[in-house]
């Protein structure tokens, strides 16, 4: 069955939307559920929330830094979790963090917290196609949707059994490195996106290096929507708060649905 999260992109989609997901750290401060419900309020067809990790690979000098305040601050899994249980979002949430956590936690007890917590999926970057089994058999039980992601190297037979595996949508990772703001848009972006349209028909999204309302603009000409952490989390670690975040939001919104 296609769950929450799926389901929301795909009605987007089907009204001619162009998705966007921004990145929340779990955590950072003291009104960071309320950047949450800002950036849905603003136009997000769903939110992304990090859930802090001491060593997260994938991520760039921004998401780290906030990861440590976060951490600083006694953020834990139980914790963030308890928060959005007490949310009132209105748009589907996706959880990213790294397979460490999962596994400490157990993936049953992990995946009844997701779900227990009104959270509709799962993004564990750190977790390959091949070891992924066991956790999203165990995901699917329960109606949590794996995100998987593609890598601008992946070979063309690997990319259909990626988007068969993934749930929610297809995270197209748009250029080699981890997460950060850049000047312009990585041809790589386009071109995953490309190949993985090619082969399926969920929801294709580009997420890492996308910066600016421009680049989101130029990833959808391709993708499906896109995927905002740096350049959001930055603002946050600036002090802006909810009001800075949802201006950023509204900027991209604007922008993809004027083309």
Request: with cysteine; charged share 20%.
């Amino acid at each position: 069955m296609t769950g929450a999260l799926e389901t929301a992109l795909r009605g987007g989609r089907g009204a001619g939307r162009k998705l966007l997901v921004p990145y929340v750290t779990g955590g950072l401060d003291g009104a960071w559920l309320d950047v949450v419900r800002a950036v849905a309020d603003a136009g997000a067809d769903a939110v992304e929330i990090g859930i802090p990790f001491s060593d997260p690979v994938m991520d760039g000098p921004v998401i780290q830094l906030a990861s440590e305040r976060a951490l600083e601050r006694a953020a834990t899994p139980s914790s963030i979790f308890t928060s959005l249980r007490e949310g009132d979002i209105g748009v589907p949430l996706a959880v990213m963090t790294y397979y460490n956590i999962c596994f400490h936690m157990g993936h049953e007890r992990f995946a009844d917290s997701l779900r227990e917590a009104g959270v509709a999926a799962a993004i564990l970057p750190d977790l390959p196609l091949e070891e992924v089994g066991p956790w999203a058999e165990v995901a699917d039980r329960v109606g949590i949707e794996t995100v998987m992601l593609a890598a601008p190297t992946a070979p063309d037979d690997r990319l259909p059994r990626v988007c068969e595996r993934a749930r929610g949508f297809v995270y197209a990772v748009g250029l080699l490195g981890v997460t950060g703001e850049r000047d312009e848009l990585a041809s790589s972006a386009t071109v995953i996106a490309s190949r993985l349209k090619a082969v399926t028909g969920k929801p294709v999204l580009v997420g890492v290096g996308i910066s600016t309302p421009r680049q989101a603009v130029e990833a959808c000409e391709v993708a499906d929507g896109v995927v905002v952490g740096s350049a959001l989390v930055r603002r946050l670690l600036d002090g802006e708060g909810p009001t800075g975040a949802a201006k950023l939001v509204e900027s991209f919104r604007s922008a993809l649905d004027a083309g």
